[in-house]
Each structure stands twice: as C-alpha cells, then as structure tokens.
C-alpha cells in the first residue's frame, strides 16, 4: 500500500472584473455561460451534470489526450448576484487529487465588479498541492475575465 498523506491549505484570489456583478454572476451560474470559459475547447466531454441550486451537483468530466479530468461540486449556499459556496472532488485519470471547499463572493466596485475566490483544500496523497491549484484557478478566473470582456 502506498504511503497516505494530507495537505491542508487555503489561497485567496481577487478580481476586478468591468462588468456588473449581474453580469458576473450569470457567467458563473448559467450552464451555457459557464461552459464557454470553463471547459477546456479540445477536451472530449464525458460527462455533464448541471443541476445549480443549494443541495445540486455539478459535473464536468472530459479527456484530454490521454489525460481524463473530473470535477465534481455540491452547492452549499446561494445567494443571486452576491455569493456562491460550493465543495468539490477533483480527480485526474480516476486518482481522487483534492476535496476543497470555495466561496465565490461578487462585490459591486466602481470598476465594475470585484470577485473574491476563496478556496480551502485538502491535497491528498502528494497527488496536487495549493500552489498549482491556485495557479489553475488564476488561470479559469482569467479565462471568465476575457469572457466578460467578449460579450
């Protein structure tokens, strides 16, 4: 048996979006709207769940390569416009990487909307560790920006 282990870390993220946070939180909570920044264009979908309401799942499972990613959610709380808190599994070729909890907070800012990307994350096993998490998600958050900035 392979040797087990836990890292427990947390990162924060804050964004300044020129969008209103109506606008901000439809990218984050419309199927459509979500799947245009978050999924990956040449991955080969596998899976799709989307059921975003408080006690719903989410699922966006797909193949890469030879690389297979599946992210599965559980909204916890929401709040229109304001607030979304959600946990989640990350797997990467059927190894279980992480369980994290995120709260997604959307502020009203005179630039627009100001976004704040709390995650709190157990990295099992060596698999995945807070920072490369927090680089991907800087990257999805960049990627959400430039679909704000799109329409």
């Given at each position: ?8 870390d ?41 059921d ?20 599965v ?7 229109e ?71």
């Amino acid at each position: 048996m392979s040797e087990r282990s836990v890292q427990h870390d947390t990162f924060v993220i804050e964004k300044i979006y020129p969008a209103r946070p109506e606008r901000v939180y439809f990218a984050l909570s419309d199927q459509k709207a979500k799947k245009a920044w978050f999924s990956h264009a040449a991955s080969e979908v596998i899976e799709e769940v989307w059921d975003f309401r408080v006690g719903g799942t989410e699922v966006n499972a797909g193949r890469t390569g030879d690389m297979e990613h599946r992210f599965v959610a559980t909204y916890h709380d929401i709040v229109e416009n304001e607030r979304i808190v959600y946990s989640y599994e990350m797997y990467v070729n059927g190894v279980k990487l992480s369980v994290s909890q995120t709260t997604i907070e959307i502020r009203p800012d005179d630039a627009g909307a100001r976004l704040v990307f709390t995650e709190y994350g157990a990295f099992l096993d060596g698999h995945d560790n807070v920072k490369d998490r927090e680089h991907g998600t800087g990257e999805l958050l960049e990627l959400l920006g430039s679909s704000l900035s799109d329409s």
